[in-house]
C-alpha cells in the first residue's frame, strides 16, 4: 500500500493523525482508530537503535493495520442536496431542505393496499413507477391554502417532474377518503352522492369506504399523480454531480489509494444498491486505482458473507448454532450440543422462560462442579503435603545412613 508518510513525520520521528477533511465541499471524515497502541510506541523506542528503525516498525504495522481500508464518514446524498453547497441545485434552489420531498418521487414507494397506515414501503421497479397515487393538490386547491410544501409540490408540476390528471377509480377514491380527505372534503363527497353522513371523522369514513363499494359514489373525482422521465433525469444528474464532487474532493489532498477506495465503499454503504441503484452503477463504471481498488474489497466481502452464510447453514444442521423461537426448540439436549445460542424477535415467553430453567440448571451444575474441583483439590493438596512430608523425611533418613556408613568406611581405613 502506497501512503504518503511525509504527512505522519513530526521532528524525525513518525506520528499517527487521521486525515483532513476536504474544506467547503462535501463532508467526508476519516474515523479510523490509531494502528498503534501507547504500549507498541513505547517498545519500538525501547528497542529500536534509531529513529529511523522506530520509523521502519511504525509504518510497518501501519501497513498492516489498513491493507484492507479505513473507516470513514461521508455525507449522504440528501444531506449534500439540502445544504446545497457551491449551488448544487443550480437554479432549483427552492428544493434546498426539501429533499424528504423530493425523495418521494425518487422512491416512489408503493404500499401494502389493504393496510394504508404502514410505514414501510417496498421501492418500485421501472414499471411500478407508471403507477398513480392520490395527489395532495386536491386540498391545495379547494382550501385556497398554499404551504411551503405546497410550493414544492407546484413547482414539481411546473418543471414537468410530475404528470397530474383526475380520477374516480374506487383504489384511487378509496385511499383517498382512508387517509387524505378532511372532514369538510368528507362532506363534499357525501354532498356530490347524496349520501347521508352522520358521526365524528371516522365513522365517516366508514359509512363512505361501504358506500364506495357498493358502487353508491359516482360523483366524484379526485388528482392523481406520477413522476416523469424528465424528474429521473434531473435526478440521475444530480447523482452524477454528488459523484464527481466526491472526486474533486479526494483530489484536495494526497490520500492514499486506499483511503479513497474506502471513501467510495462508504458511499454505496449508506445509499445500498437497491436504493440508489444507478448512484453505485456510475460508481462502478468510474475508471482508477481506487475504483479499482473499492470492486476488489467489494467482491472480498461478498465472498466472505457467502462463505459466512454457509457456515451458520452448516452449524444449524449440526445443531452447534441454536436459533430459538418456540418452546419445541429448548431441550437440555439441544442446548448442551450448541455453542452458539441465539433468540429471535418471534421467541415465545414459554421458550425465554424453559431456556432460563435450563440455563440456571446448568449454572447451578456448573457451580457445584467448581466447588467439588476445588474439595478435590485441597485434598489433593493436602496429599501431595503429606507425600512430600514422607518423602523429606526418607531423603533426611537415607542420607544420615549414607554419612554413617562414610564414618564406619573411614574408621576401618585408620584401624589398620
Avoid at 385511499?175 to 365517516?204: R, W
Avoid at 474489497?297 to 430459538?324: A, H, P, Q
Avoid at 435450563?358 to 467439588?372: A, M, P, S, T, V
Wanted: overall charge negative; hydrophobic content about 35%; glycine content about 4%.
Amino acid at each position: 500500500m502506497e501512503v504518503n508518510f511525509n504527512y505522519f513525520m513530526k521532528d524525525g520521528r513518525l506520528k499517527w493523525k487521521r486525515f483532513p477533511k476536504p474544506k467547503r465541499t462535501i463532508n467526508i471524515i476519516d474515523v479510523s482508530d490509531s494502528p498503534h497502541d501507547p504500549d507498541t510506541l513505547r517498545d519500538y523506542k525501547k528497542y529500536s537503535k534509531n529513529i529511523d528503525e522506530y520509523n521502519k516498525l511504525w509504518k510497518s504495522d501501519y501497513i498492516d493495520f489498513f491493507q484492507n481500508g479505513y473507516d470513514v464518514e461521508v455525507e449522504e446524498f440528501g444531506d449534500y442536496f439540502d445544504r446545497n453547497i457551491n449551488k448544487f441545485l443550480g437554479k432549483l434552489k427552492i428544493f434546498k431542505g426539501y429533499y424528504s420531498l423530493v425523495s418521494e418521487l425518487f422512491y416512489w414507494y408503493i404500499f401494502n393496499e389493504k393496510d394504508f397506515k404502514q410505514v414501510v414501503g417496498v421501492k418500485c421497479s421501472l414499471e411500478e413507477r407508471k403507477r398513480w397515487k392520490v395527489s395532495w393538490i386536491n386540498s391545495i386547491v379547494k382550501n385556497n391554502e398554499i404551504s411551503d410544501d405546497d410550493k414544492i409540490f407546484l413547482k414539481f408540476i411546473e418543471l414537468n417532474f410530475i404528470e397530474v390528471k383526475t380520477s374516480s377509480e374506487k383504489e384511487y377514491l378509496h385511499e383517498f377518503i382512508e387517509e387524505d380527505a378532511t372532514v369538510n372534503e368528507l362532506n363534499i363527497i357525501a354532498s356530490q352522492n347524496n349520501i347521508l353522513l352522520k358521526g365524528k371523522k371516522d365513522e365517516k369514513k366508514i359509512i363512505l369506504l361501504e358506500a364506495l363499494e357498493n358502487n353508491l359514489i359516482t360523483n366524484t373525482t379526485i388528482d392523481i399523480f406520477r413522476p416523469t422521465e424528465i424528474f429521473d433525469k434531473w435526478i440521475e444528474d444530480l447523482q452524477i454531480k454528488y459523484i464527481e464532487i466526491i472526486e474533486q474532493a479526494l483530489e484536495t489532498f494526497d490520500y492514499p489509494e486506499m483511503y479513497k477506495a474506502a471513501v467510495w465503499g462508504e458511499v454505496v454503504r449508506i445509499h445500498g444498491e437497491e436504493d440508489y441503484p444507478f448512484l453505485v452503477s456510475e460508481i462502478e463504471k468510474r475508471p482508477g486505482k481506487s475504483i479499482a481498488l473499492f470492486k476488489e474489497l467489494k467482491k472480498k466481502y461478498e465472498e466472505s458473507k457467502i462463505k459466512r452464510k454457509e457456515e451458520v447453514e452448516k452449524d444449524l444442521k449440526t445443531g452447534k448454532r441454536l436459533i430459538i423461537t418456540s418452546i419445541y426448540d429448548v431441550t437440555e439436549e439441544k442446548l448442551n450440543r450448541a455453542s452458539w445460542i441465539e433468540t429471535t424477535n418471534a421467541t415465545t415467553t414459554e421458550a425465554l422462560r424453559e431456556l432460563e430453567r435450563l440455563n440456571n440448571i446448568k449454572d447451578k451444575q456448573e457451580q457445584r462442579e467448581i466447588e467439588q474441583a476445588a474439595k478435590d483439590g485441597i485434598a489433593e493438596s493436602e496429599a501431595e503435603w503429606r507425600a512430600k512430608q514422607l518423602q523429606e523425611k526418607f531423603n533426611i533418613f537415607i542420607v544420615f545412613i549414607v554419612i554413617i556408613g562414610i564414618i564406619t568406611i573411614f574408621n576401618k581405613l585408620f584401624n589398620r
